[in-house]
C-alpha cells in the first residue's frame, strides 16, 4: 500500500518529517521561502522535484500545480485518494507570543486557503495544527464578513467529514516540550472505518530536559563540540553571560534582588532603564521539567526560556532539535554531510544557517506529533484495505500485526451480532467530549468483544483525565479468546490508566449504578429532545 500526503504552509517540513518516518510519501509540498523549501529537498521529502512548489498559495498557479501533482499520482502512482491533507496556517495574529498584533484578520484568513484545497481534492482526512486561540479567532469569510475560524471550517467542511479538536499541550504527548497547541482532525463521512478520535497522538510520560539534553556536552560561552557540528554555546554580549551567571534553575533576572536592568548604547555607556522587567525573560530553564514552547528567537537570552539549566548559555542548535523532537537525521542543507566531515567549515556553515534554522525549529510542528498521527492513520487504512479487499497487511517477518486488523479477526471468529456502527459510537462520543469533565473519577464501561477497536481509542481520548477507566467485556466465549483479545487490547496505543475485565453472560444482567454501557452515552448526556445535558 501507498499512504500519501499533501502539505501547505510547510516552513522546513519539521512535523510532516514524522509521517515520511512512518511511510508516508509526499505528492505536494507548498512554502512561501525557496530557503525553507530547500531544507525539505536536503531530506528529500517528495519522489518528484515538481512536488516542491514555492510560492503564493492564494495564486491560482500555485493552486494549479497542487493539481497537477495529484492527478499526476493517480495516473502514474496508481492512487485513488490523497490520504491526508497537512496544514498549519501562520498564526502570528493569533499567538500570545505576539505582543504586535495590530490587525491580523487578512493573515489569519489563509485557513480558508486551505479549506477551499480540502474542498477541491477530498482527501480522506485533513489535519490542522495551530495555536491555542486557533478556533476562536475570526478569519474572512468567502462574501468578506468575519467568522470565527471553528464556524468557517464547520460551514465549508462538516457536510463532508466528521471533525473533532482538542487543545493539547505537547508535553503530554511524548515531545519535551511546554507548548500548547490546537489540533482539528476531519475524516470523510464515507470511510466508515476512519475516525477523528483514532488518529490524535494520546497521553505519554512526560520527557525532562534530563532525559532530553542531559547527555549532552556541557559548554561555555564560545566552545562547541568536537563531535556535533550543532552543539555549540553561541557567544552573547559579556553582560548578559554576568546576568545569566547569577540565575539559578527556573529563576530568571526579575527573581534578583536589587537588578537593575540596562542596555548598552552605541556609545558603550550603560544605559538604565525602569522599564518593567517580564517575568520570563533571562529565565534559566529547569533540568526536571519539560523546555518551555521555542520561539524563532531561541538564540537571544533576552526573550522567553532560552537559557540552560545549568551552562551560562542559550540552548544549542542541536538541543533545540531534541526538544522539538526533531531526529538527528534530519538534514538542514544539501552539503550538511560535507561540512559535517570537515570540521574547519563548520562556521561556515553556522553562519549561513543558523539564522534560517532557528526560525523553522521555532516555527515547527514537533516531529513526534506527527509522527503518532501518521502511525494512527496508517493502522486505519490499512484496516480499510483489509475491510474492502480482505487483504491482510504484513510486516518485515510475513506476520499481520496492526491490532485492529486482528481484532476484526476475532470478531468474526466470534460471530458477534449486533455490530455496532462507526458513525454512531462517533456520535455519541463527541457528545460526552464537548459536555463533561470526567477528571479525578473512576469510570466504568461496559463493551461486546465486536464493540473494543470501535470505541476503546475514543472513550480514552475523550476521558484521558479520569483516574481510572474500567472496561468490562461482556460474553468472551473461551479462554483462548480472552488472552487474545486482552493481548490486542494492551497494544493499542492508549493515553490513561485503563482495567480490563473479562465477563460470560451479557450486558443487562451486568449493571449498577456506576457502570454504563456503551449505547447508554447518548442517553447519559443529551436530553429527551436531543440536546446537550448543561455542564
Known amino acids: ?30 512554502e512561501y521561502l525557496e530557503k525553507r523549501m530547500n531544507v525539505q529537498r536536503a531530506n528529500h521529502k517528495c519522489k518528484y522535484e515538481t512536488g516542491y512548489i514555492t510560492g503564493d498559495i492564494t495564486t491560482d498557479e500555485v493552486k494549479q500545480r497542487i493539481f497537477t501533482e495529484i492527478d499526476r499520482w493517480k495516473r502514474d502512482e496508481n492512487i485513488t485518494d490523497v490520504d491526508l491533507f497537512f496544514a498549519t496556517p501562520p498564526c502570528q495574529g493569533m499567538s500570545n507570543a505576539n505582543t ?114 542531559g547527555n549532552l556536552e556541557s559548554l561555555n560561552q564560545g566552545e562547541r563540540s568536537a563531535t556535533d557540528m550543532l552543539h555549540f554555546a553561541k557567544q552573547v554580549q559579556p553582560h548578559h553571560e554576568e546576568w545569566m551567571k547569577r540565575l539559578k534553575e527556573g529563576m530568571s533576572i526579575s527573581d534578583l534582588e536589587d537588578f537593575e536592568y540596562f542596555v548598552i548604547g552605541k556609545d558603550g555607556i550603560r544605559q538604565y532603564t525602569e522599564s518593567k522587567l517580564i517575568d520570563q525573560r533571562f529565565r534559566r530553564l529547569r533540568w526536571d521539567e519539560p523546555g518551555h514552547a521555542i520561539t524563532r528567537f531561541s538564540g537571544v537570552p533576552n526573550t522567553t526560556n532560552t537559557i ?73 487504512l490499512e484496516y480499510q484495505h483489509f475491510m474492502t479487499t480482505g487483504e491482510k497487511p504484513l510486516d518485515a517477518n510475513g506476520k499481520c500485526s496492526n491490532p485492529y486488523v486482528l481484532l476484526e479477526m476475532l470478531n468474526r471468529r466470534i460471530n458477534a451480532t449486533n455490530h455496532v456502527t462507526q458513525q454512531s459510537v462517533f456520535d455519541s462520543y463527541i457528545d460526552v467530549y464537548r459536555t463533561k469533565d470526567f477528571s479525578k473519577r473512576r469510570l466504568y464501561v461496559i463493551a461486546r468483544p465486536e464493540q473494543i477497536w470501535y470505541c476503546l481509542h475514543q472513550l480514552l481520548f475523550v476521558l484521558e483525565d479520569a483516574d481510572m477507566v474500567w472496561i468490562d467485556v461482556v460474553a468472551i466465549p473461551t479462554i483462548t479468546k480472552m488472552m487474545f483479545l486482552k493481548h490486542l487490547i494492551n497494544k493499542l496505543p492508549v493515553g490513561c490508566n485503563v482495567k480490563i475485565r473479562f465477563f460470560s453472560g451479557n450486558v443487562q444482567t451486568h449493571r449498577n449504578r456506576n457502570v454504563f454501557a456503551i449505547q447508554d452515552l447518548e442517553r447519559l448526556f443529551l436530553t429527551d429532545n436531543g440536546q446537550l445535558i448543561p455542564d
Open 1 to 30: 500500500m501507498k499512504f500519501t500526503y499533501i502539505t501547505t504552509f510547510s516552513s522546513a517540513g519539521i512535523g510532516c518529517y514524522g509521517l515520511k518516518r512512518e511511510g508516508f510519501e509526499c505528492i505536494a509540498t507548498n
Open 308 to 380: 540552560h539549566p545549568v551552562d551560562n548559555r542559550v540552548l544549542s542548535i542541536r538541543e533545540l532539535m531534541r526538544i522539538d523532537s526533531i531526529p538527528d537525521e534530519f538534514r538542514w542543507c544539501d552539503e550538511q554531510d560535507y561540512y559535517e566531515q570537515n570540521p574547519d567549515k563548520w562556521s561556515e556553515f553556522l553562519a549561513a544557517n543558523e539564522p534560517n534554522i532557528r526560525d523553522c525549529i521555532g516555527e515547527a510542528v514537533p516531529t513526534h506529533v506527527m509522527e503518532q498521527v501518521g502511525a494512527n492513520l496508517k493502522r486505519l
Open 100 to 213: 504586535r498584533k495590530g490587525d491580523e484578520t487578512q493573515r489569519n484568513s489563509l485557513i480558508t486557503e486551505a479549506v477551499r484545497l480540502i474542498n477541491r481534492t477530498k482527501p480522506k482526512c485533513f489535519v490542522f495544527e495551530n495555536v491555542q486561540t486557533f478556533l476562536d479567532t475570526e478569519c474572512s469569510d468567502d462574501d468578506g464578513s468575519l467568522i470565527l475560524i471553528r464556524d468557517y471550517i464547520n460551514k465549508q467542511l462538516s457536510s463532508s467529514y466528521r471533525i473533532a479538536s482538542k487543545v493539547i499541550n505537547f508535553r503530554h504527548r511524548g515531545v519535551p516540550q511546554n507548548r500548547v497547541r490546537t489540533i482539528v482532525i476531519g475524516t470523510r463521512n464515507d470511510l466508515a472505518e476512519l475516525s477523528p478520535f483514532l488518529l490524535f497522538p494520546v497521553k505519554q510520560r512526560e520527557i525532562t530536559l534530563r532525559d532530553c539534553i
